[in-house]
């Protein structure tokens, strides 16, 4: 049975894969047999795989205790014994080798549990097993990779990371290791096949291999695939589909069946299953097709010759564990080009048949998969479908949104359903290749979803150059390996698990909450898509903020750090120093030249500083890319050679090509020796949320208004009431000759009025000062509505103006319970409800999964009985109680969704907002439009996928002043609720994460 209580167990205690029950310890304790010093045992009748893990694990041993043990392969016969063994011994055999059937018929072991079943083993502590031996721990799997998943089950457990190779990360050092006295069993895995899709890799990876070698190319061969199918097996993958990237330098690209003779020998002794990506279609590659020789890749003008070579490509494979890749889509990755593309694939489909029953006996003998990416899935909407023995691979939008699941006549097909996942990409709108933004909470939310709906055939993810997505997908194949191992809550204890695993226990609570900020952050936006201007400088300290907490976040990178052993630097740099530094720097970059766009055009002294920062920065990042240059004696000089920074047009829906070198433009330098022209004169003000000090940017000299300065020209902060954000903000910036100090004051005219500071004076040393205001609302005169202009003086002409406080001191009824409208708006996070409805299938907040908010999200469940019944979903809700000071007509919402595509084409997503306690019915809307062709993705997807959520505007009618409910219900349990945020008196202002939460009083 699959091992599934972790969330009871604590992490504490789990370890392989970092969710496996613990079989070892370190401790010697009652019963428990040393493997420190063991032998390690495997039957000479069992697959190659099993002898290769057997001496990768002794190697293990010796990076961990710091002495290499004999692996001794056992001869299977009559009398059956273990020459030079020591006492006790490992014995790693499957059900079926003549050694693990001897100590079974001896009656000491018993294996019925996993006869039979697919990748399964069980751990087991006996004594006398065979002759000469004491005690062995025994790991016995259903077949080849059962046992291999259990020697690197019980490698991690000893103190090797999956990822020793590929991110430096060292054993952790143990004397003595024993095996506790216990039985086990793992397994069968959630999903039969799982592995990745090395793609995209040019410039890193195949740039990186190359210079390793000192070429100018260096083909991925077997010297490569060793560490790559390594780190599956540990990461108890089985599935691949190898590099494939085109290239005009050197032609033709790589090419997995002939760069290396030995590299499908290689996965098939390593007991990986190689398949072909989704357009290259029986185990050929694309780049071994040859225009020139073959003719055009065209299955109506060159049917003779695109047969024979997917012949030759099944010939090729012979007996080799594989997954034939059908169908067939046009030249360079794209649609097929003509006028009926279904019936040219149906053709398609019958001919690939006819050569696999050729080579295998019967059409349906070997493993076929059918990826139904990008057009293919409008094919597919229209009625291709392949033979019930193929397995239909669905995909994510290349996004992070799983396009299409499975029905349920679907699931039942003898083939299976797979899943083809992004955790990168290369194509419209915007490719991004840099850096891991994939928030796990998202990852899981898609997975979860596809796995509940039987998608357990096959998972590929794309992984790009393998780095530096470690993490990520480490964490996908957990969860192929046991679904029921990780929800939405545990996120955190996985990561620090993993964090323990990589770099010890001592810092892993620590780096886990690093870890789990950075998923947070990240999920909001791809870095390739940020531009200067996504996050508003103007409103809501946005960019500010943003800005705030990956400064925090670097700073307790760098405290961690600097504690951390030097031997588990490099593991630290891989993991979190590098992506976090970067992605800081990379941000201040971006956004610090947003904000010198709009200070420059304020004409602010102060922006030259700011560009030269962000000059700085930029370097910073190029900087932090040379380090991982020299890391590990410049092992991965060129991994991460991927160029970022570039302009990203988010309207065109079609600017996806990658930058060929970083290059940051637009910054903005004033003229620092040259004073202001009057009226405004010297002395800047700038009004948090107002743009003023924009419109001041330029003037008719003279001409406009000042002493004070009036309408769009003039400072005025947000509405100030109690329920407000407690404190405003004003900054005061020269923006004349940078060498004339100004003096500044401000006249209070009230008491409860509060500026910090109230006066000052800016200079060449201080071109800016913030002042804080804030007032004492138990002072302030009931009811107050009033518009309060506060006089500052200063010492250059026009000697004064006005900052705008606009004061409204009211208060909800005694007892309220909910949130009140302030300053214009009110911004709701939707776990933050008031009630909720009950029954079998509730609203249940959703932790970690949020792009807009820092307390996750909303959604009903459970996930399968809220699919069940579309009418018992629809009557499930969740109220929230708000506060309006005035009547509003009408009132707007505008609703944050987490993004998500129709999966389901018979339960199409759709969700309604009514003002409950008026009366009015449930108003059901669609999430999405409906594609232009069925099958494809929604209206706008190219223009708003890189938000990551669906942002909707609804109205709520006429609402009258005082205590309302809102309502909010959906139809299905794939609609993931963020935020909803009610403008009542035009208060809300533009910004990419939507305005802060308001206050919820309680």
């Known amino acids: 049975m699959r091992f599934s209580g972790f969330l009871w167990l604590g992490f504490s205690s789990l370890v392989s894969g970092l969710l496996e029950e613990r079989i070892v310890s370190f401790e010697n304790t009652e019963a428990s047999i040393p493997l420190h010093n063991a032998t390690i045992v495997y039957s000479a009748d069992d697959p190659v795989g099993i002898g290769i893990g057997a001496t990768s694990f002794a190697e293990d041993l010796e990076a961990i205790t710091g002495t290499q043990p004999s692996v001794i392969r056992v001869d299977p016969g009559d009398a059956l014994r273990c020459a030079g063994c020591a006492s006790h011994v490992v014995i790693a055999a499957t059900v079926d080798s003549q050694l693990i059937k001897a100590i079974v018929k ?84 959630s999903v039969q096949y799982r592995g990745l899709f090395i793609n995209d890799e040019a410039p890193g990876l195949t740039g990186w291999w190359s210079k390793t070698h000192g070429v100018d190319h260096q083909t991925l061969g077997t010297e490569f695939y060793k560490h790559v199918f390594d780190m599956l097996l540990r990461l108890k993958g089985n599935f691949i589909w190898p590099a494939m990237w085109k290239s005009y330098v050197p032609r033709p690209g790589n090419i997995f069946f002939t760069d290396d003779p030995g590299n499908m020998q290689l996965a098939d002794d390593y007991g990986i299953v190689v398949s072909t990506s989704h357009h290259e279609p029986m185990q050929k590659a694309t780049n071994e097709w040859n225009e020139t020789i073959t003719g055009p890749w065209d299955w109506e003008k060159n049917k003779a010759n695109v047969t024979a070579f997917m012949e030759d490509g099944v010939r090729r494979a012979g007996k080799n564990a594989t997954y034939f890749t059908l169908g067939m889509r046009g030249e360079g990755d794209g649609p097929i080009q003509a006028d009926d593309p279904v019936a040219i694939l149906e053709d398609v489909f019958k001919t690939q048949r006819e050569i696999l029953a050729k080579y295998h006996g019967n059409a349906s003998e070997a493993n076929q998969v059918w990826t139904i990416y990008k057009e293919v899935a409008t094919y597919y909407a229209a009625g291709l479908l392949p033979p019930n023995d193929v397995t239909l691979m669905f995909t994510d939008d290349n996004w992070g949104n799983i396009q299409r699941l499975p029905l349920a006549n679907e699931t039942a097909r003898s083939g299976g359903i797979g899943m083809y996942y992004h955790l990168e990409y290369v194509g419209v709108p915007k490719s991004y290749k840099w850096q891991n933004t994939n928030n796990l909470a998202k990852v899981y939310k898609e997975l979860y979803q596809a796995h509940q709906r039987g998608a357990d055939r096959i998972w590929v993810i794309n992984i790009a150059d393998i780095k530096p997505l470690e993490m990520p997908f480490g964490f996908i194949m957990d969860l192929a390996w046991n679904a029921s191992s990780i929800d939405f809550s545990t996120i955190p204890n996985y990561l620090e698990a993993f964090a323990s695993r990589e770099f010890g226990s001592e810092y892993a609570s620590e780096i886990s909450k690093i870890l789990l900020e950075q998923s947070r952050l990240i999920g909001r936006r791809k870095y390739e898509s940020i531009q200067s201007k996504t996050y508003s400088v103007v409103n809501y300290h946005e960019s500010e903020r943003v800005l705030s907490e990956w400064q925090s976040l670097a700073d307790s990178v760098i405290s961690i750090s600097d504690k951390l052993p030097e031997e588990r630097k490099d593991a630290y740099w891989h993991h979190v120093q590098y992506p976090i530094l970067s992605g800081q720097a990379y941000y201040s970059a971006v956004l610090g030249l947003g904000k010198n766009q709009q200070i420059g055009f304020e004409r602010r002294n102060s922006a030259n500083a700011l560009a ?53 433009t637009g910054l903005w330098y004033v003229q620092l020796r040259q004073n202001s022209s009057y009226a405004f004169g010297n002395l800047g003000i700038f009004a948090e949320g107002s743009g003023s000090a924009q419109e001041q940017g330029r003037s008719v000299p003279s001409a406009w208004a000042s002493e004070p300065t009036t309408g769009e020209f003039s400072p005025s902060l947000p509405i100030m009431d109690p329920y407000g954000q407690g404190t405003w903000t004003v900054d005061l910036f020269h923006r004349g000759d940078y060498r004339i100090p100004i003096e500044w004051e401000v006249d209070i005219p009230f008491d409860w009025i509060i500026f910090t500071p109230s006066s000052g004076a800016l200079s060449i040393d201080q071109l800016e000062q913030r002042v804080n205001i804030s007032i004492d609302w138990s002072t302030v005169p009931d009811g107050m509505d009033e518009n309060i202009g506060v006089r500052i003086n200063y010492n250059h002409p026009p000697w004064f103006d006005l900052i705008h406080l606009p004061i409204m001191n009211y208060k909800a009824p005694e007892g309220f319970i909910g949130f009140p409208e302030t300053s214009g708006i009110i911004s709701i996070e939707a776990p933050h409800f008031q009630r909720k409805s009950k029954g079998n299938v509730t609203f249940e907040h959703i932790p970690y999964l949020g792009t807009r908010t820092e307390s996750g999200s909303l959604a009903l469940r459970p996930y399968k009985e809220a699919r069940i019944s579309e009418g018992v979903a629809k009557d499930t809700w969740v109220e929230y109680d708000i506060y309006l000071l005035d009547a509003v007509s009408p009132l707007t919402a505008t609703v944050y969704v987490n993004g998500a595509l129709d999966t389901d084409p018979t339960l199409l997503m759709q969700y309604s907002l009514t003002i409950s306690d008026g009366g009015q019915p449930a108003n ?10 069925a099958g494809d993705r929604p209206p706008n997807w190219r223009t708003t996928v890189a938000d990551h959520v669906w942002i909707r505007n609804v109205s709520l009618g006429n609402v009258g002043e005082g205590l309302h409910t809102l309502r909010w219900q959906t139809n299905s349990p794939e609609v993931y609720l963020e935020k909803i945020v009610l403008n009542t008196r035009n208060g809300l202002k533009s910004s990419y994460l939507g305005p802060p939460e308001t206050k919820l009083v309680t």
């Open 106 to 189: 001896s009656g000491k072991l018993d294996v019925s549990v996993i006869d039979g079943k697919w990748e399964s083993y069980q751990t087991s502590v006996i004594d006398d097993p065979i002759p000469g031996v004491e005690h062995a721990l025994v790991i016995a799997g259903s077949d080849k990779r059962g046992v291999i998943f259990g020697i690197y089950t019980l490698s991690e457990q000893c103190g090797q990371s999956p990822f020793h190779w590929w991110a430096d990360v060292p054993a952790t050092k143990h004397e003595e290791i024993y095996a506790t006295r216990k039985n086990t069993t793992f397994g069968p895995p």
């Open 924 to 933: 059901f809307t669609r999430l999405l439009g409906n594609p232009a062709t």
């Open 612 to 664: 030269d920062q962000v000059r700085a920065n930029f370097d910073r990042d190029f900087e932090f890319t040379e380090k991982y240059d020299s890391i590990a004696d410049g092992k991965w000089a060129g991994i991460l050679s991927q160029a970022h920074y570039d302009q990203y047009s988010q309207s065109s829906g079609d600017d996806w090509a990658e930058p060929t070198k970083d290059v940051i």
